[in-house]
């Protein structure tokens, strides 16, 4: 679903079929998983229980949803097939919010139907018949937003009340364990924060502080968020959470950074988690393992945009308008033959984001490939991959193995966190970002 689309009723969404890109069914959604937040803010939606076809259930986050429309859920293909295991900080919709008793604050009369009219009564007690959810503009988040009741007690002698949609403001009574208050508040604080910037408050927060709001954040966030921490601090944090969330977390990771976050770990532990892991997810970290770290190989993400020669300019526009990538990896497209995951068939070149846009939508790109710029070796040293990228003016650049075949792509921000002197993330930040920054830190430890 795209921003401005209709919005979903989470009831809608209970056993409709949930489909691969290729339209292979892979299960059902039984539920949907929010996560409460403080202050009356609407619930973030994390993703979908979804049981497959062996009666397991298992969990779908929603940045792997694609599509949910005329009566289907469509997936980026990619499952965790582990049983789903409910947090103490989740909240199951169909399960534990509708038919929950809630009061109504503030009435929305232009939504009201069925029976009944007038004002309306502060904290009138209300039935939860619904809650729908909608995409959140620009971004691949969702959030429960209204909020479908009924007015009056009900029962089987009483006349049924009034039914009306309001906001998830307008109701009080959905509340957030006593044991995750604290914590979800700082979350809720700390929301609007870019990874950095959230990485930057977290390393200068307690480590019990620390440990407490990395439980709360979603894997996806804390995945974020861990990118952009120093090597203790990761380890730190990866350390107290459990070892089959632990294996969740660093899926959610860019290969790349998952590979050096376990490169820190006894051989014993990191052998373990790479064990917990999606086959396909770690078979690409295990790869990246068996370079130096400070080599092309060591560096380099195997999760670059790779398309055939007989793709189209389109097809290539498409792959750069997702939002996961960062602005390094959608500069670039690398054009192999197939197979399309590394390590490719041979490589044939590269083709940069500005010759997208100068070209005819159905231009292929086998026609407009660079064939010119030599790509790296896996066994590059760091000093040879920064001149290469500065000699061409390069924000990321191809590596390619003796048999031609394309193993990643080494990008310019990985080259810089191995450039940047261990402690930089310790300078403070100058002017109004690092003054907000210091006195949430302050705020979230008690200072």
């Known amino acids: 679903m795209v921003a401005g689309a209709p919005r979903v009723f989470v009831s809608h969404l209970s056993g409709i079929a949930v489909f691969d890109p290729n339209g292979d069914q892979v299960g059902r959604v039984r539920d949907v998983v929010v996560m409460l937040r403080v202050g009356g803010r609407p619930p973030r939606v994390l993703g979908l229980v979804v049981e497959v076809v062996s009666r397991r259930r298992i969990f779908l986050p929603m940045t792997r949803v694609t599509g949910v429309e005329s009566g289907q859920v469509i997936t980026t293909g990619v499952l965790n097939m582990r049983r789903f295991e409910q947090r103490p900080t989740e909240t199951l919709v169909l399960a534990e919010l509708l038919d929950r008793r809630v009061r109504l604050v503030r009435r929305e009369p232009e939504e009201a139907v069925g029976e009944g009219g007038g004002a309306e009564e502060q904290g009138e007690p209300v039935t939860v018949l619904d809650v729908s959810m909608v995409q959140l503009p620009a971004r691949r988040d969702w959030e429960i937003d209204k909020v479908f009741v009924r007015r009056g007690?009900?029962?089987?002698?009483?006349?049924?009340?009034?039914?009306?949609?309001?906001?998830?403001?307008?109701?009080?009574?959905?509340?957030?364990?006593?044991?995750?208050?604290?914590?979800?508040?700082?979350?809720?604080?700390?929301?609007?924060?870019?990874?950095?910037?959230?990485?930057?408050?977290?390393?200068?927060?307690?480590?019990?502080?620390?440990?407490?709001?990395?439980?709360?954040?979603?894997?996806?966030?804390?995945?974020?968020?861990?990118?952009?921490?120093?090597?203790?601090?990761?380890?730190?944090?990866?350390?107290?959470?459990?070892?089959?969330?632990?294996?969740?977390?660093?899926?959610?990771?860019?290969?790349?950074?998952?590979?050096?976050?376990?490169?820190?770990?006894?051989?014993?532990?990191?052998?373990?988690?790479?064990?917990?892991?999606?086959?396909?997810?770690?078979?690409?970290?295990?790869?990246?393992?068996?370079?130096?770290?400070?080599?092309?190989?060591?560096?380099?993400?195997?999760?670059?945009?790779?398309?055939?020669?007989?793709?189209?300019?389109?097809?290539?526009?498409?792959?750069?308008?997702?939002?996961?990538?960062?602005?390094?990896?959608?500069?670039?497209?690398?054009v192999c033959r197939a197979p399309e995951e590394t390590p490719t068939g041979k490589y044939l070149g590269l083709v940069h984001f500005q010759r997208l846009l100068r070209d005819p939508p159905f231009t292929l790109l086998g026609a407009i490939v660079d064939t010119d710029l030599q790509p790296l070796d896996p066994q590059t040293p760091l000093p040879a991959v920064t001149s290469f990228l500065a000699a061409y003016n390069m924000i990321s650049a191809p590596v390619v193995d003796a048999s031609g075949s394309l193993l990643g792509a080494v990008t310019v921000d990985d080259v810089l966190d191995h450039l940047l002197p261990e402690d930089w993330r310790e300078n403070d930040l100058s002017g109004p970002a690092g003054e907000r920054q210091t006195r949430m830190t302050e705020a979230a430890d008690g200072r």
């Open 153 to 334: 007690r009900g029962g089987k002698l009483r006349r049924k009340g009034e039914t009306l949609t309001v906001d998830w403001s307008a109701v009080t009574g959905f509340r957030l364990p006593e044991e995750s208050q604290g914590a979800a508040s700082l979350v809720a604080t700390f929301e609007q924060l870019r990874p950095a910037d959230l990485a930057n408050v977290l390393h200068h927060l307690s480590p019990k502080r620390r440990g407490e709001v990395a439980a709360v954040l979603d894997d996806d966030r804390l995945a974020d968020v861990l990118e952009e921490l120093p090597d203790d601090d990761q380890v730190e944090i990866l350390g107290k959470l459990k070892e089959e969330r632990a294996a969740d977390v660093l899926e959610a990771m860019d290969p790349d950074d998952a590979a050096d976050l376990l490169a820190e770990l006894p051989a014993e532990e990191q052998e373990r988690l790479l064990t917990l892991m999606q086959p396909q997810e770690a078979a690409g970290v295990r790869r990246l393992l068996s370079y130096e770290e400070r080599t092309a190989g060591g560096l380099m993400t195997t999760e670059p945009i790779i398309l055939r020669p007989d793709a189209t300019v389109a097809d290539a526009l498409a792959r750069i308008r997702n939002p996961d990538l960062s602005p390094a990896l959608a500069a670039q497209v690398y």
